[in-house]
């Protein structure tokens, strides 16, 4: 029988291998164990090696379980143009922290081109780095969980991310990206768990993602352009946020953050909104062409804000005018209620003021009383029905 069965599996296989055909890598058939606790990265990484070598479209197909995955880095260039990870399990990290090691990335693949995602669940069992972190004591910076660099075409669709030691996904210095229905799960106090972090790439759309975390449900870095974004729910969390830009020192420019649409998104008790943040150096650069619209706040700190003076901790801030200069932002669509009395707030540079900022169709209250708008080097139109007022 046992022979039987085998027989049928290997013509399987055969007839999944045939020219043109998409093979299929399964997991276990490279010595990955579903019990959570056997180290399957190896296991992993000889499946992706036999799919990126494949010339043909492939599949490397995790099945229901829990699959215990120290860390494992997938790199291209590789010959077959489209592989995909069929995701039915979970793959888990290691329990407590520093087991990850100093790269800051757990599950990571870079110089890839075709690759998409597709399900399954991702457990970066962050909570022992994060009382680390709470506790004040020095800790590891931690590992993002997913992280793309170096790629194009690369699809994720479908996955879930449950409590990232750091960013639960990162997208770095890629060209054609989508995420598409993702969810993303962490406590609303763990510590730099971004939800979707995005810098130095072009041409990425996220949609229909629901996100609940620690730190910013979308943080977009330097070098951003074409972004889309649509559809996402945020809450618990710190909102969508363009920055922190201009952190760095000295007067060397660093790469703008342009065309950036955000539409349809709700906010659920976050601590921020739709955000622009930068810091308060002279570091020299633009954020221009944005639009957030169509947005639902309930019971948010902060529902439009743009921060020039960005310095969370309140030490050692720098307190120079920022170089960043933001330009052309439109809010259009954007209603709800703050939980602060200002809840529009542009606190721009001084030697950089914001311009070209537009408010459209935006009623915003602060526990059915009226709200405020605050304005520091900012300006614009407002136009159709704007409360609380402009004061651009
Ligand atoms: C993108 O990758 C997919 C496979 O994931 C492939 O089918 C498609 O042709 C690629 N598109 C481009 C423009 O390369
Ligand atoms: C802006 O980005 C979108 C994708 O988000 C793209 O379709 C559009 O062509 C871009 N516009 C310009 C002027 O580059
Ligand atoms: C910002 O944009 C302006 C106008 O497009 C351009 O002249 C300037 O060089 C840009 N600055 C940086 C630092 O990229
Ligand atoms: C920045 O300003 C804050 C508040 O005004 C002050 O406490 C802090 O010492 C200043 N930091 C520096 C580096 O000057």
């Known amino acids: 029988m046992a022979e039987l069965m085998h027989l049928f599996l290997l013509s399987l296989l055969f007839f999944y291998s045939l020219p043109g055909a998409n093979a299929v890598y399964n997991i276990q058939d490279y010595g990955a164990k579903p019990d959570g606790t056997t180290d399957s990265a190896r296991s992993i990484i000889r499946a992706w090696a036999a799919a990126c070598g494949s010339a043909q479209p492939a599949t490397i197909h995790v099945p229901t379980g829990n699959f215990l995955v120290s860390q494992a880095s997938f790199s291209g260039p590789c010959k077959s143009a489209a592989i995909k990870f069929w995701i039915e399990g979970t793959i888990v990290a290691p329990a407590g922290y520093g087991a990850i090691g100093s790269s800051g990335k757990w599950i990571s693949f870079s110089k890839v081109d075709g690759v998409s995602i597709s399900g399954g669940s991702l457990d970066g069992r962050g909570a022992a780095l994060w009382s ?23 699809t994720i669709d479908g996955l879930t991310s449950i409590n990232a030691e750091l960013f639960h996904i990162v997208i770095l210095r890629c060209h054609g990206v989508t995420v598409n229905g993702v969810n993303i799960r962490a406590p609303g106090n763990s510590p730099n768990t971004d939800g979707i972090h995005v810098q130095m790439s072009t041409g990425v759309t996220i949609a229909q993602a629901n996100i609940k975390t620690g730190d910013d449900c979308i943080s977009v870095g330097p070098g951003t352009a074409h972004l889309w974004i649509e559809r996402v729910f945020c809450g618990p969390g710190h909102g969508i946020s363009i920055g922190s830009l201009g952190k760095g020192q000295g007067g060397l420019s660093e790469e703008g953050v342009e065309n950036v649409t955000v539409k349809t998104t709700t906010f659920f008790g976050t601590q921020n909104g739709v955000r622009i943040k930068t810091w308060g150096t002279g570091r020299p650069g633009n954020v221009s062409r944005v639009v957030f619209e169509n947005a639902v706040m309930k019971n948010v700190q902060n529902p439009i804000i743009i921060d020039q003076n960005y310095c969370p901790t309140k030490k050692g801030c720098p307190n120079k005018s920022s170089g960043i200069k933001v330009s052309e932002v439109k809010y259009v669509g954007i209603h709800g209620t703050s939980a602060t009395q200002v809840a529009v707030n542009f606190d721009c540079s001084p030697s950089n003021p914001c311009s070209g900022i537009s408010l459209q169709d935006i009623k915003l209250s602060y526990q059915n009383q009226r709200a405020h708008s605050y304005c520091k080097h900012a300006y614009g139109i407002a136009s159709g029905s704007v409360v609380p007022p402009s004061c651009l």
């Open 132 to 154: 680390c972190k709470l506790a004040g004591r020095s800790c590891p910076t931690g590992a993002s969980s997913l992280t793309f660099t170096n790629s194009k075409n690369v």
